[in-house]
Nanobody
Framework: VQLQASGGGLAQPGGSLRLSCAAS????????MGWYRQAPGTQRELVAR???????DYADSVKGRFTVSRDNVKNTVHLQMNSLKPEDTAVYYC?????????YGQGTLVTVSS
């Protein structure tokens, strides 16, 4: 399975960014797709994820600001990030977990700064 992410970049505090990720290869269902992030000097942490059936989980720090969505036909997952804060600055990693294997894409850098 290959995961190709896009959409990172620079945003001002209070601004928005949208991350997208496309999965390809031998993808088994059901699965969960989502996003993790890692800031310098910290461990990778879950940001948000969504199951094939549409159930979602969010980190407490992003609830109400970020929205995860997916297209099961296109095998894509998106992360709409609003009201961005400097502490959201990190490398964001797309993830697919089919309850047997865990896959990560290359990271995309999100920087929130004025």
């Amino acid at each position: 399975v290959q995961l190709q992410a896009s959409g990172g970049g620079l945003a001002q505090p209070g601004g928005s960014l949208r991350l997208s990720c496309a999965a390809s290869g031998s993808i088994f269902s059901p699965n969960r797709m989502g996003w993790y992030r890692q800031a310098p000097g910290t461990q990778r942490e879950l940001v948000a994820r969504i199951t094939s059936g549409g159930s979602t989980d969010y980190a407490d720090s992003v609830k109400g600001r970020f929205t995860v969505s997916r297209d099961n036909v296109k095998n894509t997952v998106h992360l709409q990030m609003n009201s961005l804060k400097p502490e959201d600055t990190a490398v964001y990693y797309c993830n697919l977990n089919d309850y047997v294997n865990d896959y990560y894409g290359q990271g995309t850098l999100v920087t929130v700064s004025s």
